[in-house]
């Protein structure tokens, strides 16, 4: 099994920027494509990004298209998103997730999930 392990999301004020980042241990495969997902207070989980192994290619939901930004050192062990201009509704916890071959935007396609680290933007 694939371990991704989130860094400590934490309180933001509106406007604000933070920087998570997931380290995945175990067994990998240089084919991994990597990603966030977020789940809002009585929300349902929604894709946010994701990364190709090599970090050719990246992805973004509309909702933080322009304000996230995904990368990796090597996509297959490890990845960031730099949120700026945080807004209130970007409240959530948001999940590591990795996938094998492809992409998942849909999360019945995540194979490894992390286990998740709260951002909380106030108003």
């Known amino acids: 099994q694939v371990q991704l392990v989130e860094s400590e999301g934490g309180l933001v004020p509106t406007g604000g920027s933070l920087r998570l980042s997931c380290a995945a241990s175990?067994?990998?495969?240089?084919?991994?494509?990597m990603g966030w997902f977020r789940q809002a207070p009585g929300k349902e989980r929604e894709f946010v990004a994701t990364?190709?192994?090599?970090?050719?290619?990246?992805s973004y939901a509309d909702s933080v298209k322009g304000r996230f930004t995904i990368s990796g050192d090597n996509a297959k062990d490890a990845v960031y998103l730099q949120m700026n201009n945080l807004k209130p509704e970007d409240t959530a916890v948001y999940y590591c997730?990795?996938?094998?071959?492809?992409?998942?935007?849909?999360?019945?396609?995540?194979?490894?999930w992390g286990k998740g680290t709260l951002v909380t933007v106030s108003s």
């Open positions: 997730v990795a996938n094998k071959y492809t992409t998942a935007t849909r999360s019945g396609a995540v194979d490894y």
């Open positions: 990364i190709t192994w090599s970090g050719s290619r990246t």
């Open positions: 175990g067994r990998t495969f240089s084919s991994y494509a």
